[in-house]
């Protein structure tokens, strides 16, 4: 469950900060590795047959991207429907995110 805080800065703008829990973080690395392992080429293993560590060593930065592009998408589309009165009007922008080991 993610935590959503609302902050005013403006009459009509509103800045949303938006906290994952580790285990949903885990929990979406693991299904990127997942789905990594399958097509991942490392060399020395077949497709498919690549150990973990490898998988980060060569692939790590490629997961990173991809969790964090389905974390804030995900999570910023809960914590908006989860906060009462916000009426969203266009796009959210996104313009920090912290993602650390």
Same mark, same amino acid.
């Not at 509103?14 to 994952?20: A, F, G």
């Not at 980060?56 to 999570?75: D, P």
């Not at 009462?84 to 313009?95: A, N, S």
């Given at each position: 469950?993610?935590?959503?805080?609302?902050?005013?800065?403006?009459?009509? &703008?509103? &800045?949303?900060?938006?906290?994952?829990?580790?285990?949903?973080?885990?929990?979406?690395?693991?299904?990127?590795?997942?789905?990594?392992?399958?097509?991942? +080429?490392?060399?020395?293993?077949?497709?498919?047959?690549?150990?973990?560590?490898?998988?980060?060593?060569? +692939?790590?930065?490629?997961?990173?991207? &991809?969790?964090?592009?389905?974390?804030?998408?995900?999570?910023?589309?809960?914590?908006?429907?989860?906060?009462?009165?916000?009426?969203?009007?266009? +796009?959210?922008?996104?313009?920090?995110?912290?993602?650390?080991?």
């Amino acid at each position: 469950m993610i935590s959503a805080t609302v902050a005013e800065i403006a009459p009509c &703008q509103k &800045q949303l900060k938006v906290e994952v829990p580790l285990t949903e973080v885990q929990a979406e690395f693991e299904a990127v590795y997942g789905e990594l392992k399958r097509k991942a +080429h490392v060399p020395g293993f077949r497709v498919g047959f690549a150990p973990r560590d490898l998988l980060e060593r060569y +692939h790590g930065s490629t997961a990173r991207e &991809q969790v964090i592009k389905r974390l804030v998408g995900r999570s910023l589309e809960e914590a908006i429907s989860s906060q009462k009165g916000l009426d969203v009007v266009g +796009h959210p922008e996104v313009t920090e995110v912290q993602f650390e080991p």
